[in-house]
C-alpha cells in the first residue's frame, strides 16, 4: 500500500460543463479523507436534463492512472436547492434602545 500524495479529479453534473481538480495532501493507506470540490458558479448544478446527476472519476493517484478503475467514480442524483432571488436580497433591520447596559456578556 502506497501514501496517496494527490488525486486529479474530474466531476460534472451530467449535461453540464466538466472540472477538473487536483487534490494535494496526505492519506495513508487504509485511511480516507473528504474533499471539498470547488464550484464557482452556481449555473454549474443547472442542466436541461430532468433528473440531477452528479459525477466524480479519479483520474490519476500520485501522478499516474490507476490499474484498478472498477472503483474511481461515483454518481448520486440530487435535487435543486431553492435559489435566492438577487434582484429582491435578504434584507435585515437592527434597531438599537440606547440602552448598552442591558447587553449581555
Given at each position: ?13 451530467i ?41 466524480a ?49
Open positions: 500500500a502506497t501514501t496517496i500524495n494527490s488525486v486529479e479529479i474530474e466531476y460534472n453534473v449535461g453540464g460543463p466538466v472540472k477538473n481538480y487536483t487534490w494535494n495532501g496526505v492519506i495513508e493507506p487504509m485511511m480516507s479523507s473528504e474533499v471539498i470540490l470547488p464550484v464557482a458558479f452556481p449555473g454549474f448544478w443547472y442542466t436541461t436534463l430532468t433528473t440531477k446527476i452528479f459525477e472519476k479519479i483520474l490519476k493517484v500520485n501522478g499516474v492512472k490507476d490499474n484498478y478503475n472498477e472503483n474511481d467514480q461515483a454518481q448520486t442524483s440530487f435535487t435543486l436547492a431553492k435559489e435566492m432571488n438577487f434582484a429582491d436580497p435578504l434584507q435585515i433591520r437592527l434597531k438599537t434602545n440606547l440602552h448598552g447596559e442591558q447587553q449581555k456578556r
